[in-house]
């Protein structure tokens, strides 16, 4: 089946704009996950849906950050009024879980988001 | 809370030689193990995981990972690389949330 879709794969932007990102995750995982991986560093957790609900936002950045994702399966990432450090590939990834624990997590390509 | 560390931010080897990549972690909470491979210009994909049963695991490319719970460590080997491995190296542990190192950038010489 289809793996991790993510779109724009790139998107450049204005400083001050909003933006959305996208992700369709694989058919049937009910867990879905938001990173951010910027340059030379890890992947840094934003946030974690279980089925339509969120119940680890903690890693926003900001409260310029939010998602939300529709009937357990599509979901969108929204910046708003991007700063200059937003700046980052986006990834998306989704897993089922098992006796609690996320197991693998299947990653999309990433969206690449530049903000001038 | 969980936490990884990845104690080599660069790797450099050459070609044949065998490699270490040492991973070390911390959680309160019992945890699923990971590490995940990125080659240039692609996205992060699976290399090998330990759920439970046997601490040494298999995985693509001939990799392979021992899981030490009374050192908390899941350090990453194989025995003879190859300039197609080079890449970033990620290592993850996992309880309802993923927590991941910093990588490790093995470069592979000719």
């Known amino acids: 089946g289809a793996g991790v879709s993510q779109s724009p794969s790139n998107k450049v932007t204005e400083k001050g704009k909003d933006v959305e990102l996208r992700c369709d995750p694989i058919s049937g995982h009910t867990a879905l996950y938001w990173y951010r991986q910027s340059l030379g560093q890890g992947l840094e957790f934003l946030i974690y849906f279980q089925g339509n609900s969120a119940p680890d936002k903690s890693g926003l950045p900001s409260d310029r950050f939010s998602a939300e994702r529709t009937g357990g399966s599509v979901s969108t990432l929204t910046i708003q009024r991007t700063q200059q450090e937003d700046s980052a590939v986006y990834l998306c990834a989704s897993s089922l879980v098992s006796s609690g624990r996320a197991d693998t997590q299947y990653f999309g390509p990433g969206t690449r988001l530049t903000v001038l | 809370a969980q936490s990884v560390t990845q104690l080599d931010s660069q790797v450099p080897v050459f070609e044949e030689a065998p490699v270490e990549l040492r991973c070390n972690y911390s959680?309160?909470?019992?945890?699923?193990l990971f590490w995940y491979v990125q080659y240039p210009n692609q996205g992060l994909q699976l290399l090998l995981k330990y759920l439970s049963g046997s601490t040494l695991v298999k995985g693509i490319n001939g990799f392979e990972a021992e899981f030490n719970k009374s050192q908390t460590s899941f350090h990453l080997r194989k025995p003879s690389v190859h300039i197609s491995d080079t890449a970033e190296y990620f290592c993850?542990?996992?309880?309802?949330?993923?927590?991941f190192g910093r990588g490790t950038s093995l470069i592979v010489h000719p």
């Open positions: 993850a542990v996992s309880s309802y949330i993923p927590t």
């Open positions: 959680s309160s909470v019992s945890v699923y």
